[in-house]
């Protein structure tokens, strides 16, 4: 199960003006942990991005990508049910196009090896370097 905003609340978020490429991008989070979830979920909308929904596992990401079409999916490596890399390759195999993904983990980028440069993510950022000028570059 994944959680939304409501439309209203994404359209009150979209109707503010500002220069900068990250105002009103939609960004999908999904992550197995509360607490990180909603971090990010903070920082992200402090800096400018409209966080649209959360999903705790692989299968609630997909869902949510098909239900509410973020245009970023900021997507933990680590999930219960399927690796992040394995979301990734679901949606860029499904139909209607695929989202940024900015693939996270806990761990560094290296302990992935080649599979971070293999996948059709737009990049990956150690959740402790997790900020939003990192999230803008990614999406260049």
């Known amino acids: 199960m994944f959680v939304s905003e ?6 009150a978020a979209t109707e503010l003006v500002c220069d900068d490429q990250r105002m009103g991008k939609t960004v999908l989070i999904v992550d197995d942990h509360p607490s990180f979830r909603a971090s990010a979920r903070a920082m992200l909308e402090a800096e400018g991005f409209d966080v649209i929904g959360e999903a705790a596992d692989g299968a609630a ?13 900021l997507l933990d490596v680590q999930l219960p049910d399927m690796s992040g890399f394995d979301v990734c390759a679901a949606l860029a195999s499904a139909n209607g196009g695929m989202p ?10 290296s302990d992935y090896g080649e599979l971070v440069a293999a ?13 939003g000028d990192v999230v803008a570059e990614l999406l260049g």
């Open 6 to 11: 409501s439309t209203a609340d994404r359209t």
């Open 100 to 109: 940024d993904v900015i693939l996270v983990s806990s761990r560094d980028s």
């Open 61 to 73: 990401a997909l869902e949510a990508v098909a239900d509410l079409e973020p245009q970023v999916v």
């Open 119 to 131: 996948s059709q993510a737009r990049g990956f950022v150690p959740k402790d370097e997790l900020c």
